[in-house]
């Protein structure tokens, strides 16, 4: 919610266009946070509907440290996942045991329980068919709820994504009036 502009150019156009309501998510490295759900009010306005809808996921590494490269973003996220896992449970027994030592829990692991717990689910940009067969792999082997996003290449995957019961988020491409019209008149004069 923090890199969001309700005053950019792109909310106008898409409150032009007739759309009211957005889950915005942020942008960024392996997990760059959380959704949000907001209505596109009037300008300046913020109606946020429902903070935390989803974690963003990406394969995007770091550049110049760990994790650098797509098996790293791979192994670091399954090591979130577990370690907040295990953190989860040390929380209840810590909650029902006398004499068990606090638990600590990182910002990313408080971050990732609800996704670990199954209350939301975890929006995973994947723009090619192998991170799609990565992003439903890594959620068969942990189990957390997944919705795919940002499929650009994805015709060789279509029976697997259907297979696994993934939703999928598709980007909405608004052409703009110009391009539009030139695209009818191209298809005007070839007829004649």
Not at 5 to 32: A, C, H, N
Not at 52 to 74: D, H, K, L, Q
Not at 156 to 178: H, M
Request: charged share 20%.
């Amino acid at each position: 919610m923090d890199q969001f502009s309700i005053t950019g150019s792109q909310v106008e156009d898409w409150r032009k266009s007739g759309f009211t309501i957005s889950q915005i998510l942020p942008d960024g490295g392996m997990l760059p946070g959380k959704a949000t759900l907001m209505i596109l009010g009037k300008e300046g306005n913020v109606n946020v509907l429902k903070e935390n809808t989803a974690i963003a996921a990406n394969f995007s590494g770091s550049r110049g440290m760990y994790p650098a490269t797509v098996v790293g973003v791979m192994a670091k996220f399954r090591d979130v996942y577990q370690n907040t896992s295990l953190a989860l449970d040390h929380s209840k027994l810590f909650a029902s045991t006398a004499g068990v030592k606090r638990p600590e829990m990182t910002l990313t692991q408080s971050g990732m329980a609800a996704a670990v717990q199954g209350q939301i689910p975890v929006i995973f940009k994947a723009g090619s068919d192998l991170e799609v067969r990565r992003a439903i792999a890594l959620q068969k082997e942990l189990g957390f709820k997944l919705i795919l996003t940002g499929l650009e290449n994805y015709e060789n995957v279509i029976g697997l994504i259907e297979s696994s019961g993934t939703p999928v988020l598709i980007k909405l491409a608004i052409p703009d009036d110009k391009a539009v019209k030139k695209s009818k008149d191209r298809r005007c004069h070839r007829s004649d």
